[in-house]
């Protein structure tokens, strides 16, 4: 499975943007997708993520301002991402969990809030 990450740029605190994810090879057996984030000297935290069965999960940081979505049709996952905060700047990743425990990463896509 290959990941390809789009979507980051710099935006003023309050705006807004939208990440994209597009998955290709045996994405038949993809589970959950999801968006990951780091920060420069912090660990890599779960943003959101979806299941097949459309169950989501949000961190609490970004609960009420976060959206993620699935394009099954177009294998993509998306990342809305409204309201944000100088502390959402980091380098943003998309992961899928395959059926059998594997994962999958993409490249990430650096989100730079300014405030």
């Known amino acids: 499975v290959q990941l390809q990450a789009s979507g980051g740029g710099l935006v003023q605190a309050g705006g807004s943007l939208r990440l994209s994810c597009a998955a290709s090879?045996?994405?038949?057996?993809?589970?959950?997708m999801g968006w990951y984030r780091q920060a420069p000297g912090k660990q890599r935290e779960l943003v959101a993520s979806?299941?097949?069965?459309?169950?989501?999960n949000y961190a609490d940081s970004v609960k009420g301002r976060f959206i993620i979505s699935r394009d099954n049709a177009k294998n993509t996952v998306y990342l809305q991402m409204n309201s944000l905060k100088s502390e959402d700047t980091a380098v943003y990743y998309c992961?899928?969990?395959?059926?059998?425990?594997?994962?999958?990463w993409g490249q990430g896509t650096l989100v730079t809030v300014s405030s």
């Open positions: 992961k899928a969990d395959m059926v059998g425990r594997t994962s999958y």
């Open positions: 979806s299941t097949n069965g459309g169950t989501t």
């Open positions: 090879g045996s994405i038949f057996r993809i589970n959950v």
